[in-house]
């Protein structure tokens, strides 16, 4: 997914949701959520021989991952 992991600053895309936590946004909906999966398939920050996600440490793994979402 380079066209998401590649951008720069200047070039993301800045998306906003409702009060349901849904993208407002339409049309970068399916690009988010391809992201968000590509982030969770990332051994880095989502290791595979954990198989709950409450399971997963807080520090640093699930930090990381909002960050990165943040950012």
């Known amino acids: 997914m ?3 992991w590649g951008q720069t600053e200047e ?3 800045r998306i ?4 349901f936590g849904q993208l407002n946004d339409k049309e970068h909906t399916s690009t988010f959520a391809h992201f968000l999966g590509t982030l969770a398939r990332n051994g880095k920050y ?3 021989n ?3 996600w409450d399971k997963v440490p807080e520090k640093p793994n699930k930090e990381q ?6 950012i």
């Open 2 to 4: 380079p066209k998401v």
């Open 11 to 13: 070039t993301r895309k």
């Open 16 to 19: 906003s949701f409702n009060k």
């Open 46 to 48: 989502a290791p595979f």
């Open 50 to 52: 954990v198989l709950r």
């Open 65 to 70: 991952m909002l960050q990165i979402v943040k």
